[in-house]
């Protein structure tokens, strides 16, 4: 994890659109003006010609990342809670070197020097990250969302606003935890599972699942 306070600018184009996109081209706002050398100069999108008075710089699919300046970074929005497997997999699609993409943490947000932080996340306002925590590339950690010691959260995870994470959880790729809910420690959560809003987890959640209520219970797969 390295925030960068050095005297050049880090320049980051989001690839995403309106949605998760402008979150983080808020949160990278907020880091510039608390004083990290980074800042959000466009967008990559298929669709969008211009988002919230930034710049469409290219699309996604079509490899425009290829065109731009060597150095400038990257960070993957194209979040979606159902197709969590396709969007990742344009990810690997696009085959943009990990180096190339950035890390981006609100100012706010509280991150114990024991844990681990990968590459391409976003960490939004108020998110707490305990000690020897792991969160894998490509996740995105929303709004006051807890993160429990020792927990092992892998690639592309999406943790909604307010969401409680226990300690010593594993959660596998691409699942998506919802707004509001809570998960009991020393579980698993399957890969591309969903978690939705407001939920109790008291038990392991297999791949594909969708869970729930309180407590939890599956109403459905993605497979």
Known sequence: MEINLKNTTEKIVIIGGSGNGT??????EDCK????????????????????????????????????????????????????ADRYQLLLDLNIPIERFATVIHPSSIVSKKSKIGT????????????????????HMLAQSF?????????????????SIGGFIKIKNGAHIGSNSTTIEHISIGEYSIIELGSVVLKDIKDYETVVGNPARVIGSLK
């Open 23 to 28: 979150v983080i081209a808020s949160t990278i």
């Open 33 to 84: 003006d608390d004083g990290q050398n980074i800042e959000c100069i466009g967008f990559l999108n298929d669709i969008e010609k211009e988002i919230n008075g930034y710049p469409v710089l290219g699309g996604i699919r079509n490899m425009d990342w290829k065109k731009l300046p060597k150095e400038y970074k990257f960070i993957y929005a194209m979040s979606s809670v159902k197709k969590s």
């Open 147 to 163: 993160i429990g010691h020792h927990a092992e959260i892998g690639e592309m995870v999406f943790v909604a606003n307010n969401a």
């Open 120 to 139: 391409g996340v976003a960490l939004m306002p108020l998110t707490l990250v305990s000690p020897n925590a792991i969160i894998g590339n490509h996740s």
